[in-house]
């Protein structure tokens, strides 16, 4: 047994066992290239799921909460001056809007949120706007009342309400840009790189099996052409 192994070993792998080899080198890289480029598709899908299923939709959120609540302001403050109550018309129906709006929008904002500390600036740069909406709204419906009755409100507190949740709203639209240009930025070059590295494991591969064909088409073609030299003697 031993010795048939040594006389095998001196006599080196067999051509069956040569291509078997090459074959399966083939698909070694074949299975490289693969994986490199699914890897790189994965990281794409996630940014490409990131811009258009949270951030965009947290910023369009973020814009429609202040146009609800720029509509009430308006309307609210035209009936103030005027005493028409049909100029109050943009004022109704604002309240449903704006809070569907930081609804999505606070769901946005938890699913995009990627670490504790993304989390906590979302939570806060959230909460801030909502708190904001929700203070204004109290004073709105006070207002509101107090101009039915006839009574003339003091409309300084609303406007200063009002400033600090187009304050809060402009913080957070200005983070969900910034945040909306860092993840395109992150997939314009995740997709340059995975380009990149499958062109170049594609190559590798293809030299790789060229020269590996090489040699086992060497190691086939040697057997077939000491024989014929042998006839040929």
Known sequence: MFRWRRRRAAQGWSITARERMFVLLCWALLLLVSLTAIGSFEIQLHNVHMLTQVQIPAKDANDQVLQAMTDAQNGLIAYETSGDRALLQPYFGAH????????????????????????????????????????????????????????????????????????????????????????????????SRGEAVTIVA????????????????????????????????
């Open 96 to 191: 449903a809007r704006t809070l569907t709006a930081l609804a999505t929008l606070r769901e946005k904002l938890t699913e995009g949120s990627e670490g504790e500390a993304d989390t906590a600036r979302h939570e806060a740069l959230g909460g801030r706007e909502a708190l904001a909406a929700q203070q204004w709204w109290a004073d709105a419906l006070r207002v509101e009342q107090d101009l039915s009755r006839g009574e003339s409100p003091d409309a300084f507190q609303g406007r200063a309400l009002f400033d600090r949740f187009l304050a809060a709203n402009a913080t957070l639209e200005q983070y969900l840009t910034a945040e909306r240009e860092e993840y395109r930025l992150a997939a314009e070059t995740m997709l």
């Open 202 to 233: 594609a190559l590798l591969s293809l030299v790789a099996m060229l020269v590996r064909g090489r040699g086992v088409a060497r190691s086939i073609s040697r057997p077939l052409t000491d024989l014929r030299d042998a006839v040929v003697r």
